[in-house]
């Protein structure tokens, strides 16, 4: 599995096709930019890797980016709960 998908499904995280090919270029792009080699201050890879500078950058969609990625935690974090329980 590619870090790419170990992403998104680490953050829960599906796209259609067209959108997903985007996302992924945008991915790569911000991954090769965090490369460790290159900058004095560490950068990781967190649910905000697939966007752009400009969509980083506008308050409003942090906002509700920052809102859907709060409610994907809390959801994955149910499902797994909820799934030990039934093991």
Not at 14 to 24: A, D, Q, V
Request: proline share 2%; glycine share 2%.
């Amino acid at each position: 599995m590619s870090l790419y998908e170990e992403w998104l499904m680490k953050h829960g995280k599906s796209y259609n096709e067209l959108e997903k090919k985007k996302r992924f270029q945008i991915f790569k792009d911000n991954v090769r930019y965090m490369d460790p080699k290159s900058r004095s201050h560490k950068l990781e890879v967190d649910e905000f890797a697939d966007l752009t500078y400009e969509e980083f950058s506008n308050p409003m969609l942090m906002f509700q980016k920052f809102k859907e990625a709060l409610v994907r935690k809390i959801l994955l974090r149910l499902f797994n709960l909820s799934w030990s329980i039934c093991m």
